[in-house]
């Protein structure tokens, strides 16, 4: 099956990095249609955008020979990154209930990358298993035994 890959730049002075939303580069293989994919990555763009950095961010790291603005821009950093992944986790599973056929997923290897592909047994994932109820009468799985010998050497007691 053929993947999408979604290119990205950078913003905000490389600190920041938006989706391409122009699908005049990229290979769509009948995936999606120019406009859907427009259309998709520029609401996940705009979904992305609380967690993109503002003046204030570029104001502390200017000034970073002073030491102290430059750690409060880490901390800040740091908090965006994680709203960044929650946002794109977000985002992502929004795609993928709008389009059931369809599976957009960030991949980490070789290379960091938003890609989309029309869905197959091999890469949508299991339902989990439903739990099954207890037994009325049954034994629980875990039994304390007094006195078990383990390795040639006797145990006050095991779980089992």
Known sequence: MKRIVVPQRAVNGGFD???????????????????????AIAKLNEQLKPSRSTKADTALLVTGPL???????GVRHGIQMKKRKKLLQK????????????????????????????KTKENTLAAPLPKAAPIAGAE?????????????????????
Do not use: C
């Open 17 to 39: 990095f938006k989706f391409e939303t122009d699908a005049y580069n990229v290979r769509l293989y009948n995936v999606l249609s120019a406009e859907d994919y427009t259309d």
């Open 67 to 73: 030491i102290i603005p430059l750690a409060a821009w």
């Open 91 to 118: 985002a992502i599973q929004n795609f993928n209930t709008e389009h059931p056929a369809l599976l957009m997923r960030w991949n980490r290897r070789p290379v960091s990358a938003l890609t989309i592909e029309g």
């Open 140 to 160: 629980p799985a875990i039994a304390y035994i007094p006195n078990v010998e383990m390795g040639g050497v006797a145990k006050e007691g095991s779980f089992v």
